[in-house]
Structures are given as structure tokens and as C-alpha cells.
């Protein structure tokens, strides 16, 4: 699976948009990108995942470049509940399908 | 609908003794996996079963951890010896095959002194 990079952390304003930017520039053409985040003491959740065209759901949006090497996730009006690390993960559809955590982002939202 | 329930939420014990996890994924869900996850670090994948079969335990430490999911549905994970390093989160998660996304539990806090 694709190695992402992700900054260590961000600060976002409450009532703003949270954006988070992921690197992935060895995703091959079979690979989705994932979002997880896990909120302190919790277990990861699943936010959102996609191949080449932008998502959306009820949680958040996916922005992936035309070229796949990075994506961006969007929290359009972040709370305090968002607070939480972010884990961007690239995955094969299809044969194995363990999801390589990596670090994350720590994404802190400030009141 | 239950997520992913896992017990105990904590445990303490001394090293060299015997520890089990239980998890129960969501009902429907024929893809069960184990992650382990130190603090600050990203979980990492211990062994992953479809139905009752370990498809992919490469990561398990098989001189003392072992897994079972007799019936495809419930599992255990057990440490036998726990050592102080194996102090970490437990996380279980399942999908509904192994295609999908996977819904995590909220793990077992395992602190062994």
C-alpha cells in the first residue's frame, strides 16, 4: 500500500471550515484513499473514502486531485466534537485489505 | 443498531500472566480484524479473519499471542505470557467483507505491570 504524509497537527477555529491535507504520491491507479479519525479514548471511525472524483457525505468532503497525489478532507463547520486525529490511508479495493495506519493529524478545534 | 463491543475496556495485570480479549463485531459482519495500538502511535494490524479463518496473521506474535473465531462470529484475543511491552490499546473492528469499510470498537487498555 502507498505511504501519505500528513502534518502532525492543525488548529481550526470553531464555526469554521476544518481542512486537512493528505500526500500520497505513490498511490497506484487501484488505490482509494480512506478517512478515519479516532476521538480521545475511542476507537477509530470511519469518515469517508474515494478513487479519483471528490465525495461527500454526511461527515465531511473529499477533495483527491486530478493526478491522485494528494486529497484534502473538508470538515465544513467544525465543533468541538471534531477534535480528534485524522488518518488519511490509501488502500487496494481488492485483495488484502489491511489499512496501514500511519501517524495522523491531531486536529485540535479552539473555541 | 450495536457497533463493535469489546471487553473488557480495562485490564491490569502482573507480567508472565495470562490475558483475553473479547469482541463481538456487528451482526452481519463476516470480517473481523485484531489491531494493536501503542500510545501515540497509529493502530497496526495483528490478524484479520474472514468468517472462522485467519487470512492474514503476519503481524501476530505467535510465540504468545493467539486468536480464535470458532463460530465466524465472536473472538478472542489471548497473551500468554504478557510482557510489560505488550501494554498497548486493543482494538477490534469487522466489515461486512473485506471490500468495505470497518467499524472499530473501543478497544481494551491493556497495562501490564
Known amino acids: 500500500d502507498a505511504k501519505t504524509t500528513q502534518p502532525p497537527s492543525m488548529d481550526c477555529a470553531e464555526g469554521r471550515a476544518a481542512n486537512l491535507p493528505c500526500n500520497h504520491s505513490?498511490?497506484?491507479?487501484?488505490?482509494?484513499v480512506y478517512w478515519y479519525r479516532q476521538i480521545h479514548s475511542q476507537g477509530p471511525q470511519y469518515i469517508i473514502h474515494?478513487?479519483?472524483n471528490n465525495e461527500t457525505n454526511e461527515m465531511a468532503s473529499l477533495i483527491i486531485t486530478e493526478d491522485r497525489k494528494s486529497s484534502t478532507l473538508i470538515l465544513p463547520h467544525a465543533t468541538l466534537r471534531d477534535t480528534a486525529v485524522y488518518y488519511c490511508?490509501?488502500?487496494?479495493?481488492?485483495?488484502?485489505?489491511?489499512?496501514?495506519f500511519g501517524q495522523g493529524t491531531r486536529l485540535t478545534i479552539n473555541p | 443498531e450495536a457497533g463493535v463491543v469489546q471487553s473488557p475496556r480495562y485490564k491490569i495485570i502482573e507480567k508472565k500472566q495470562p490475558v483475553a480479549f473479547w469482541c463481538n463485531p456487528i451482526?452481519?459482519?463476516?470480517?473481523l480484524y485484531w489491531y494493536l495500538q501503542n500510545l501515540g502511535q497509529g493502530p497496526e494490524l495483528l490478524i484479520r479473519?474472514?468468517?472462522?479463518?485467519?487470512?492474514?496473521d503476519s503481524q501476530l506474535p505467535k510465540d504468545r499471542f493467539s486468536a480464535e473465531r470458532l463460530k465466524g462470529v465472536d473472538s478472542t484475543l489471548k497473551i500468554q505470557p504478557a510482557e510489560l511491552g505488550d501494554s498497548a490499546v486493543y482494538l477490534c473492528?469487522?466489515?461486512?467483507?473485506?471490500?468495505?469499510?470497518?467499524?472499530f470498537g473501543q478497544g481494551t487498555r491493556l497495562t501490564v505491570v
Open positions: 473492528a469487522s466489515s461486512l467483507d473485506s471490500n468495505t469499510e470497518a467499524f
Open positions: 505513490t498511490i497506484s491507479g487501484n488505490e482509494y
Open positions: 474515494g478513487l479519483k
Open positions: 490511508i490509501v488502500r487496494v479495493y481488492s485483495g488484502a485489505q489491511k489499512l496501514v
Open positions: 451482526s452481519g459482519h463476516n470480517t
Open positions: 479473519y474472514e468468517n472462522e479463518e485467519a487470512v492474514d
